[in-house]
T-cell receptor, first 111, second 116 residues
Framework: GESVGLHLPTLSVQEGDNSIINCAYSNSASDYFIWYKQESGKGPQFIIDIRSNMDKRQGQRVTVLLNKTVKHLSLQIAATQPGDSAVYFC??????????FGSGTKLNVKP | GAVVSQHPSWVICKSGTSVKIECRSL??????MFWYRQFPKQSLMLMATSNEGSKATYEQGVEKDKFLINHASLTLSTLTVTSAHPEDSSFYICSVDSGDSRREQFFGPGTRLTVL
């Protein structure tokens, strides 16, 4: 499958600060991307998605940015809360129904 | 979205035995399901695509004779790890495909397999 994501980093932020999580993807044909949140021992949980015809999409407290030129995604979480602590994965899709996941980023929110 | 369950949530077995993991779509008829494997502190790796009424398609490097997939109904896919060994210990997660242009996937809670 495609190679998605960076070597797993850990991001520590203070409660209330904004968080930015990054992801690189390698398949320029990918046209749909999703950010997932995974808590320990659980399955992934959908956060937000974006299609390749957009470069920004906003949800509640979250924003995804897509830069197709450099094949880069980012997830911005505003006013990070302790409940946001988890591992975050980006996943890419290229017009078939398979998704390939990046290596993930662990987010630690300090109270 | 679809509600997806997995059974068992965790299982411990002896080396050499076979283990069956079930993935159920509780409120959605799923033509296509997916199976992933996740080792500790690593990402989800797509193992195979489970197709209702036909053979599963496996990703490169995944042994189809070791990981048997059966998708006999629109609500159930099973993954059987045959002759399990300690290196098969992992978190196995299934997902259900929305089957439409949205390309959404709904994930199960996962099954933790430990092979002694």
């Amino acid at each position: 499958g495609e190679s998605v994501g960076l070597h797993l980093p850990t991001l520590s932020v203070q409660e209330g600060d904004n968080s930015i999580i990054n992801c690189a993807y390698s398949n320029s044909a990918s046209d749909y991307f999703i950010w997932y949140k995974q808590e320990s021992g659980k399955g992934p949980q959908f956060i937000i998605d974006i299609r390749s015809n957009m470069d920004k999409r906003q949800g509640q407290r979250v924003t995804v940015l897509l830069n197709k030129t450099v094949k880069h995604l980012s997830l911005q979480i505003a006013a990070t809360q302790p409940g946001d602590s988890a591992v975050y994965f980006c996943a890419e899709n290229n017009n078939f129904n398979k998704f390939y996941f990046g290596s993930g980023t662990k987010l630690n929110v300090k109270p | 979205g679809a509600v997806v369950s997995q059974h068992p949530s965790w299982v411990i077995c002896k080396s050499g035995t076979s283990v069956k993991i079930e993935c159920r779509s509780l409120d959605f008829q799923a033509t296509t399901m997916f199976w992933y494997r996740q080792f500790p502190k690593q990402s989800l790796m797509l193992m195979a695509t489970s197709n209702e009424g036909s053979k599963a398609t496996y990703e490169q490097g995944v042994e189809k004779d070791k990981f048997l997939i059966n998708h006999a109904s629109l609500t159930l896919s099973t993954l059987t790890v045959t002759s399990a060994h300690p290196e098969d210990s992992s978190f196995y997660i299934c997902s259900v495909d929305s089957g439409d242009s949205r390309r959404e996937q709904f994930f199960g809670p996962g099954t933790r397999l430990t092979v002694l």
